[in-house]
């Protein structure tokens, strides 16, 4: 479903991304992690066109991807992200976020969107909270929303970026449970998360990136249980030691 082949990224002088080869098929769970600055969340901003990559080339379900083609529209309501700071408008309730992109982005009946809105809010343990603001929200209960707007949008994907370091701890959880549920049920995902054990339970392959490259890449079970290369190694003794 995702394909990229010999990706580069640069910001002025500085090269990001260094040829990111990789694929996720349908219905896979992959997640990226490594050490701030290697270039994951860069990744899933190239992937649906919020940054214009330089070099090689990303394939969506066979269509490339290009920020400046006019079919860009069409592969963000393919691929659905969710941000590590939720970026739910504040003015809106969570149906009126929810339903934002069915409404006006896809041309949905404004009562269809918000009936199937509601069931994606009750969906992800908010049944009680669609006419709260944002403001009235825990951060572990935006970050639900944003799961359910990204729902919403019926992606055949879904980019996380690192859905869960900007929450207090006992509220990941219930963010995890609900990515979980989707695993299961069979969506597409590709996940920058710190989270390892979540990594270890749920993700098909992971991805270990450092210095804008993928260094190494295999099962959770491999990768995070007995990885080969000293980096990983290091990575690895560093984030579960913390």
């Known amino acids: 479903m995702i394909e990229m082949k010999n990706v580069t990224k ?14 996720v098929r349908k219905g896979e769970v992959v997640c990226l992690i490594g050490p701030s600055g290697s270039g994951k969340s860069t990744i899933l901003r190239c992937l649906n066109g919020l940054e214009t990559y330089q070099g090689g080339e990303i394939t969506i379900d066979g269509v490339r991807v290009d920020a400046r083609h006019a079919a860009i529209r069409d592969i963000r309501t393919q691929m659905a992200m969710v941000f590590q700071r939720f970026n739910l408008f504040p003015h809106r309730t ?12 896809k041309g949905e009946p404004a009562h269809e969107a918000r009936e199937r809105g509601a069931d994606l809010l009750a969906r992800v343990g908010l049944g009680d909270k669609i006419h709260h603001y944002p403001g009235q929200l825990s951060g572990g209960q935006m970050q639900r929303v944003a799961i359910a707007r990204a729902l919403a949008m019926r992606p055949k994907a879904i980019l996380f970026d690192e859905p869960t370091s ?20 069979g969506m597409t995902m590709l996940v920058v998360t710190h989270e390892m054990r979540f990594a270890r339970e749920v993700s098909d ?11 190494e ?3 959770a079970e491999v990768v995070l249980g007995t990885p080969q290369h000293p980096r990983t190694q290091d990575f690895l003794r560093r984030v579960l030691n913390h």
């Open 205 to 215: 392959r992971v991805l270990f990136l450092d210095g804008g490259v993928i260094v």
């Open 166 to 185: 900007a929450l207090d701890p006992e509220l990941v959880g219930d963010v995890l449970d609900v990515m979980r549920a989707l695993a299961d049920e």
């Open 94 to 105: 969570a149906l009126e976020n929810v339903t934002e992109g069915p409404i006006h982005v």
């Open 217 to 219: 890449e295999g099962t």
């Open 10 to 23: 640069s910001y002025g002088s500085l090269q990001v991304l260094k040829g990111i080869t990789g694929a």
